[in-house]
């Protein structure tokens, strides 16, 4: 695996090169892409690499998405929501499993090689709380709070562990509209400045705590005005203006960032599943072409990796709403033109949909493990083996090429 990571720490003159097939000369003559371009190729520590992470709030029904179309007990299982040939695209070569045609950007992907389906992932005694494994996910540990080093998300351990750039980790849902961070407008820049300095009795250093209010928010300020003023020439391929959206304006600010961290929600479908696919399928599909476009704009492509993921899957049953109740394990998808494109993990069987809810046979962290060390350059034995966690690091075949 070494040996991969060194093939993929391309040099300034082949990145150029490499990115400049997709893009003509673009890359090559535009010096803020150029600029951006060259942020990311030599970026300190690690290979440079760009991770995106999109966590697929709400329990994703992956038998929605890359159906077994032809299995008699997955069409018993659900005499409503079951889908067919006429309703997937075909995966090549094969006749019996499709990718939901909702998802059209998806199945391009797959076809040219471009996307990895890691099939049921997940951890050691779920429960099905949305609550739980979402924080199961983000910390990367089953249970939270036994030891140290498990209080952060896992990728802010990554940071600190690795790059610790205030940039190096930025998060959708913290950062906002980037626009509008670091308080562009005068009136309200003054007002925040009025309130801190209140707080801190407007004495630098008379205590501890007062001064570390100041320093806060001389950090605040700074730092967004940096990405405010770094994104502020960003523009988009599309109308989107999801976190997708942010994430590659995040992506385009030339700050060292290494990890992006998104959220898109909606897949809790108890009810109504078929018709609530019908809108979050396009809407996902088409806010991520939009972003994969974007990237490539920014000569970044060649250097990203996005990996879709969601704290557990459904049951294999339909209820009677028709919808699906929660269930256990699910997939993680890896998009970008570097994954070891096509099928990973254990396929499913017969005897999978025989059970409540799809088993696990990889677990969640041996996948984030495996972008961790060959995608961006870093042992990810001190980042999860903390607080007395282990966990299970076979995938049985390489994620990337």
């Not at 041996?366 to 042992?379: E, I, K, P, S, T």
């Amino acid at each position: 695996m070494s040996g991969c990571r060194e093939n993929r720490r391309i040099d300034r003159r082949s990145f150029l090169k490499t990115a400049g097939l997709g893009m003509g000369a673009l890359t090559i003559s535009d010096p803020i892409l150029d600029l951006v371009a060259k942020s990311f190729g030599q970026s300190p520590g690690g290979t440079g690499n760009l991770l995106v992470l999109c966590q697929l709030n709400g329990g994703l029904d992956v038998l929605s998405f890359l159906a077994p179309i032809n299995n008699t007990v997955y069409r018993s299982k659900r005499p409503m929501l079951a889908l067919d040939e006429s309703t997937v695209n075909l995966l090549p070569g094969r006749t019996d499993l499709g990718i939901n045609s909702y998802l059209p950007f998806f199945s391009n992907l797959y076809e040219q090689g471009n996307l990895a389906i890691v099939q049921q992932v997940g951890y050691p005694d779920a429960n099905g709380s949305h609550f739980e494994s979402q924080e199961v996910y983000e910390f990367g540990v089953r249970n939270l709070g036994s030891g140290e080093g498990t209080a952060a998300p896992w990728y802010e351990r990554l940071r600190k562990t690795y790059f610790d750039d205030p940039f190096g980790v930025l998060d959708t849902r913290s950062i906002g509209d980037p626009s509008r961070y670091g308080y562009p407008d005068s009136t309200y820049r003054q007002a925040a400045q009025d309130a801190f300095g209140r707080l801190a009795s407007l004495k630098a250093g008379s205590t501890t705590s007062n001064q570390a209010i100041l320093d806060a928010y001389a950090r605040i300020d700074t730092r967004g005005e940096e990405l405010r003023t770094n994104t502020e020439g960003f523009e988009s391929s599309g109308d989107a203006r999801g976190d997708f959206y942010r994430a590659a304006q995040l992506a385009s600010a030339d700050l060292n960032t290494q990890v992006i961290k998104l959220n898109y929600g909606g897949f809790d479908t108890h009810g109504s599943q078929d018709q609530a696919n019908e809108s979050l399928f396009p809407n996902l599909d088409n806010e991520f072409s939009q972003f994969v476009s974007d990237i490539q704009a920014l000569g970044l492509w060649e250097r990203t990796c996005i990996v879709f993921y969601t704290e557990f899957g459904r049951r294999n049953e339909e209820n009677g709403s028709p919808g699906t109740d929660h269930g256990h394990g699910s997939h993680m998808i890896l998009a970008g033109p570097a994954v070891n494109g096509g099928l990973h993990g254990q396929e499913v069987s017969t005897a999978d949909l025989n059970e409540r809810s799809l088993p696990y046979y990889v677990d969640f962290r041996a996948v984030f493990g495996n972008v961790m060390q060959d995608w961006l350059g870093f042992d990810p034995s001190p980042i999860f083996e903390v607080g007395g966690e282990t966990y299970d690091t076979a995938l049985g075949s390489s994620l990337f090429s």
